[in-house]
């Protein structure tokens, strides 16, 4: 189902006009794209964020209704909030349904936990991709690109040309020289019982050190005699 995203066009700009729509509970943004001016828009801070927190308004066609005209959009940037996480800015790029996007869609892996790897082997999972760039027209575009694990074995790898895409779906960054892998299954780390044990002495010697050097250091600046200012 595709998300509907409202907003509305707005005249004033600059960062005070900003800081005062945030006050006010609205978020600024901007729509572009598809050879059309630029247009400044606001949008309800409240139900912009209950939108942003779902996965599909990242990564598929939003129907972006502005004074009542409805357009099809990407997401394409937005600025939040350090601390808070709040959003602070959107664009949104127009897009044309016979024109090719690039957009980063996640990866969602599936049967991670009986994985012949994990499960017999004693493994564990190693992400090294989360997400990829692919290149499609806008009608083919898929929310996410499932990855199924289940077979993968210990030291075994799963690069980019074993996924199964969607029709119409180009993965922008595989070529004939480069296939990344996506992920891995790998041994565990295992710590040895002594490690910390030597680590801990070193310190406490290291700290033994110190404290003499200090106490020296402390001696000396004791005859020293005071500088006239």
Same mark, same amino acid.
């Given at each position: 189902? +595709?998300?509907?995203?409202? /907003?509305? +066009?707005?005249? #004033?700009?600059?960062?005070?006009?900003?800081?005062?729509?945030?006050?006010?509970? +609205? #978020?600024?943004?901007? =729509?572009?794209?598809?050879?059309?001016?630029?247009?400044? &828009?606001? %949008?309800?801070?409240?139900?912009? @964020?209950?939108?942003?927190?779902?996965?599909?308004?990242?990564?598929?066609?939003?129907?972006?209704?502005? !004074?009542?005209?409805?357009?099809?959009?990407?997401?394409?940037?937005?600025?939040?909030?350090?601390?808070?996480?709040? $959003?602070?800015?959107?664009?949104?790029?127009?897009?044309?349904?016979? *024109?090719?996007?690039?957009?980063?869609?996640?990866?969602?892996? $599936?049967?991670?936990? &009986?994985?012949?790897?994990?499960?017999? *082997?004693?493994?564990?999972?190693? @992400?090294?991709?989360?997400?990829?760039?692919?290149?499609?027209?806008?009608?083919?575009?898929?929310?996410?690109?499932?990855?199924? =694990?289940?077979?993968?074995?210990?030291?075994?790898?799963?690069? =980019?040309?074993?996924?199964?895409?969607?029709?119409?779906? *180009? %993965?922008?960054? %595989?070529?004939?020289?480069?296939?990344? /892998? $996506?992920?891995?299954?790998?041994?565990? +780390?295992?710590?040895?019982?002594?490690?910390?044990? /030597? /680590?801990?002495? *070193?310190?406490?010697?290291? !700290?033994?050190?110190?404290?003499?050097?200090?106490?020296?250091?402390?001696?000396?600046?004791?005859?020293?005699?005071?500088?006239?200012?």
């Amino acid at each position: 189902m +595709k998300i509907t995203v409202t /907003a509305e +066009k707005r005249d #004033v700009k600059g960062t005070g006009a900003s800081r005062r729509l945030r006050r006010n509970g +609205k #978020v600024p943004g901007i =729509l572009y794209g598809n050879h059309k001016d630029a247009v400044s &828009i606001v %949008l309800d801070s409240k139900t912009l @964020h209950q939108q942003f927190h779902k996965e599909a308004f990242h990564a598929s066609i939003l129907e972006l209704s502005t !004074d009542g005209t409805k357009e099809s959009v990407l997401l394409r940037d937005y600025q939040l909030e350090p601390v808070k996480g709040t $959003i602070l800015h959107v664009d949104f790029q127009r897009v044309n349904q016979n *024109e090719k996007i690039h957009v980063n869609v996640p990866f969602h892996f $599936i049967n991670e936990d &009986i994985a012949k790897g994990v499960k017999l *082997e004693g493994g564990v999972i190693s @992400h090294i991709m989360t997400e990829v760039d692919i290149a499609c027209l806008p009608k083919d575009l898929p929310q996410f690109i499932e990855v199924d =694990l289940v077979d993968l074995g210990l030291g075994e790898s799963v690069h =980019l040309s074993e996924l199964n895409l969607p029709e119409g779906v *180009e %993965l922008t960054a %595989l070529t004939e020289e480069n296939d990344p /892998a $996506i992920t891995s299954i790998v041994k565990p +780390k295992v710590q040895k019982a002594d490690e910390p044990v /030597a /680590a801990s002495e *070193e310190a406490g010697e290291d !700290d033994a050190s110190d404290g003499d050097s200090s106490t020296e250091a402390s001696d000396e600046g004791s005859n020293e005699e005071p500088k006239e200012e």
